[in-house]
């Protein structure tokens, strides 16, 4: 047994045991929620996208939403565009929340990327949202989307786990 070799979780106890130390095991000595916190200051809104249309098409994205949550969009396209690639999403106004929605996104895509998406959930009151990406890929396009986006916690019974034991 050693010190916490670079002070993440020391405290008052610099000897302290994992939890459950028969079945889990940390060898970089970082607790999941810290690790987790690090990984949401790079990586929360980096999404991966793909659109196919001509006319009508289809879309379908991938996004780390941040706190270990993972967001899955499927959306059914009418416009103009073929397009993949990799971005981050930045959110301007209002929120894109699980269930139906509908919303015109632009894009342009030539190794770099750059777009902007307008749309809302199909809730009642619901505010409408806006974002924007910037990242990298190939195509471009300018489209209607009606979807569904559901976000699944990925780490949730990690995290309920390491709350407990605080």
């Given at each position: 047994?050693?010190?916490?070799?670079?002070?993440?979780?020391?405290?008052?106890?610099?000897?302290?045991?994992?939890?459950?130390?028969?079945?889990?095991?940390?060898?970089?000595?970082?607790?999941?929620?810290?690790?987790?916190?690090?990984?949401?200051?790079?990586?929360?809104?980096?999404?991966?996208?793909?659109?196919?249309?001509?006319?009508?098409?289809?879309?379908?994205?991938?996004?780390?939403?941040?706190?270990?949550?993972?967001?899955?969009?499927?959306?059914?396209?009418?416009?103009?565009?073929?397009?993949?690639?990799?971005?981050?999403?930045?959110?301007?106004?209002?929120?894109?929340?699980?269930?139906?929605?509908?919303?015109?996104?632009?894009?342009?895509?030539?190794?770099?990327?750059?777009?902007?998406?307008?749309?809302?959930?199909?809730?009642?009151?619901?505010?409408?949202?806006?974002?924007?990406?910037?990242?990298?890929?190939?195509?471009?396009?300018?489209?209607?989307?009606?979807g569904y986006q559901?976000?699944?916690?990925?780490?949730?019974?990690?995290?309920?786990?390491?709350?407990?034991?605080?």
């Amino acid at each position: 047994m050693n010190q916490d070799p670079i002070g993440l979780w020391g405290g008052n106890n610099v000897y302290r045991l994992g939890y459950a130390i028969q079945t889990w095991t940390d060898p970089l000595g970082l607790e999941g929620k810290i690790f987790l916190q690090k990984l949401d200051e790079k990586f929360a809104g980096i999404n991966v996208e793909g659109t196919i249309a001509l006319g009508f098409g289809f879309n379908g994205s991938l996004e780390y939403a941040g706190e270990g949550k993972l967001s899955c969009s499927i959306a059914l396209t009418a416009g103009a565009g073929a397009e993949i690639g990799v971005s981050k999403s930045v959110p301007l106004a209002g929120k894109k929340d699980d269930g139906f929605y509908s919303e015109v996104c632009g894009t342009a895509k030539f190794f770099g990327s750059g777009g902007a998406c307008f749309g809302s959930t199909l809730k009642k009151n619901q505010k409408p949202y806006t974002t924007t990406k910037i990242g990298g890929g190939l195509g471009g396009g300018v489209t209607a989307n009606i979807g569904y986006q559901k976000t699944f916690d990925l780490m949730g019974s990690a995290l309920q786990h390491t709350e407990k034991h605080q």
